[in-house]
T-cell receptor
Framework: GEDVEQSLFLSVREGDSSVINCTYTDSSSTYLYWYKQEPGAGLQLLTYIFSNMDMKQDQRLTVLLNKKDKHLSLRIADTQTGDSAIYFCAESFLGGYQKVTFGIGTKLQVIP | DAGVTQSPTHLIKTRGQQVTLRCSPKSGHDTVSWYQQALGQGPQFIFQYYEEEERQRGNFPDRFSGHQFPNYSSELNVNALLLGDSALYLC???????????????FGSGTRLTVV
């Protein structure tokens, strides 16, 4: 079945790196995503990775995928106060034509 | 270029009533998906519409129904509202490519529904 698990909370100091972790269970997942939700807003797609990739880097964001352990992580370099938000890990098969399954979200608090 | 537009932004209804939520997809998108996000939870998939038909449905009762119009906009209807239906309802649009893949949704800001 489909299930995505994340830790609930992470606190880091401004300028440090943040690492948000996620595990998923659906071995047929083709796309894995990281979304960001700020208070009172919808979800913003930050980055995605195909399940045949191990790593993807996009400016301050680095996504690592361990397919064997079904583990996904998001590293934010030089974390800023504007990065404070809830981060959702999500998975889907065949992209948007199929449903996207979201985790519960990790609340990132950046301390100035 | 407008993104995904949802209306209304906030709504208060009484238990047992019916509600209709509306969504206009991002320009160029042809698929609309609806999600329910309860407080402190991740979004839960309700259903997805493509070519005016429901293509896939999550684990939601028949009280939840929808529609997609020829201009790709969509409505979510909920009948016989329960207190537990209180949540943020998110609409997401996407473009289905020939191989039924895309790279994620564009989400609207949601409709906050409170059932009292």
């Amino acid at each position: 079945g489909e299930d995505v698990e994340q830790s609930l909370f992470l606190s880091v100091r401004e300028g440090d790196s943040s690492v948000i972790n996620c595990t998923y269970t659906d071995s047929s997942s083709t796309y894995l995503y990281w979304y960001k939700q700020e208070p009172g807003a919808g979800l913003q797609l930050l980055t995605y990775i195909f399940s045949n990739m191990d790593m993807k880097q996009d400016q301050r964001l680095t996504v690592l995928l361990n397919k064997k352990d079904k583990h996904l992580s998001l590293r934010i370099a030089d974390t800023q106060t504007g990065d404070s938000a809830i981060y959702f890990c999500a998975e889907s098969f065949l992209g948007g034509y199929q449903k996207v399954t979201f985790g519960i979200g990790t609340k990132l608090q950046v301390i100035p | 270029d407008a993104g995904v537009t949802q209306s209304p932004t906030h709504l208060i209804k009484t238990r047992g009533q019916q509600v209709t939520l509306r969504c206009s997809p991002k320009s160029g998108h042809d698929t609309v998906s609806w999600y329910q996000q309860a407080l402190g939870q991740g979004p839960q998939f309700i259903f997805q519409y493509y070519e005016e038909e429901e293509r896939q449905r999550g684990n939601f009762p028949d009280r939840f129904s929808g529609h997609q119009f020829p201009n790709y906009s969509s409505e979510l209807n909920v009948n016989a509202l329960l207190l537990g239906d209180s949540a943020l309802y998110l609409c997401a649009s996407s473009l289905i490519s020939l191989d039924r893949s895309n790279y994620g949704y564009t989400f609207g800001s949601g409709t906050r529904l409170t059932v009292v």
